[in-house]
């Protein structure tokens, strides 16, 4: 591999390459870097289609190396059902930020589904319950399995209720990650219920009306909101905004595709009234979770510092392991 070479990276590779702990470490290290003021704001563009949408986010991590990232991710919920396809799918640029050399093409969905659940991780950290170990998770798609590594990489859960739409797909979900994890999971169908005995409760649907009510969520309670990532998405009653500690990945996201969006137009809430975004916490510049009894809301829209960071070490992996192929775009 020269100077020249770009590296071409499979989701296969990126698996292989990066795994949740060392993304964890690298996703709240750049959210620190960016409320520190080392990192410049995050870039996004979304366009709808018929059926789905397509979104890029870009960002760069400060270092030496520097690096440039951008993710153009496609979203098409109705693929698995229609045409056998993941409902992500997509591909990650990453460059030398000091000279603009591409030094790899890869896979973007294994990225985000790590890089997410990192995020949910970073949060759990700092706004969850030392003493959490319980856990409900909506939706059982791709992204869950995520959610439920990174969760169990910072807490030891003792019990999981899985809920999905499919009842089937929460049954299969319960056995097969139970068994990984060897951790007594139990697919549920009385939600309410299952989030009232929970200490964290992580959303990640796809759903367009909210599907977690704010008099189901218990005191000291951690709701991460992960599922919103577009202005059409919604999980969370706007109702719980007002009772709960608001946290946000990124304020300005959030406010215009997140789950906040809905709070702040429907007057729930004004921007003003968010307490924190993550990566002021972790900076130590806002304080987390203060006590055992008090509701924290994270509203988590995904944004691109993660892609960068997760890249990053992807990258760097693979130089250091010979893992991909080689090419040469200028030829």
Request: hydrophobic share 45%.
């Amino acid at each position: 591999m020269t100077h020249r070479d770009t590296l071409l990276l499979t989701r296969s590779d990126v698996a292989g390459l990066l795994h949740m702990p060392e993304c964890i470490d690298a996703v709240e290290r750049a959210f620190r870097l960016q409320a520190e003021g080392k990192m410049p704001p995050a870039g996004i563009l979304g366009m709808h289609v018929e059926k789905g949408g397509f979104h890029i986010k870009a960002a760069t991590l400060p270092g030496s190396p520097s690096y440039f990232a951008a993710k153009t991710n496609a979203n098409f919920p109705g693929n698995p059902k229609a045409h056998g396809l993941p409902t992500i799918q997509g591909a990650i640029l990453l460059f030398d930020a000091t000279d603009g050399r591409p030094l790899a093409i890869m896979d973007s969905a294994e990225v985000t589904a790590l890089r997410t659940g990192a995020t949910t991780a970073v949060a759990v950290r700092y706004l969850a319950k030392r003493s959490a170990a319980t856990l409900t998770l909506v939706g059982c798609g791709t992204q869950a399995a995520a959610q439920l590594r990174a969760v169990s990489a910072v807490r030891d859960l003792r019990q999981v209720f899985v809920s999905d739409i499919d009842p089937a797909s929460a049954a299969r979900f319960a056995e097969q990650q139970g068994k990984a994890l060897r951790v007594e999971i139990e697919p549920v169908g009385d939600l309410p219920r299952a989030i009232s005995r929970s200490d964290i409760c992580v959303t990640c649907t796809p759903s367009r009306r909210f599907i977690v009510e704010r008099d189901w969520v218990p005191p000291g309670c951690l709701v991460a909101a992960v599922g919103a990532d577009n202005e059409n998405k919604q999980e969370i009653d706007p109702a719980l905004f007002r009772s709960a500690r608001v946290v946000v990945d990124s304020l300005e996201q959030c406010a215009a595709i997140g789950d906040l969006h809905h709070a702040l137009d429907g007057g729930v809430m004004t921007r003003g009234e968010v307490h924190a975004e993550l990566g002021e916490i972790a900076a130590g510049r806002k304080p987390g979770r203060q006590s055992d009894t008090e509701t924290i809301l994270f509203d988590s829209s995904g944004v691109a510092l993660g892609d960068v960071a997760a890249a990053a070490l992807v990258y760097e992996r693979a130089v250091q392991t010979g893992r991909g192929a080689s090419i040469c775009l200028v030829d």
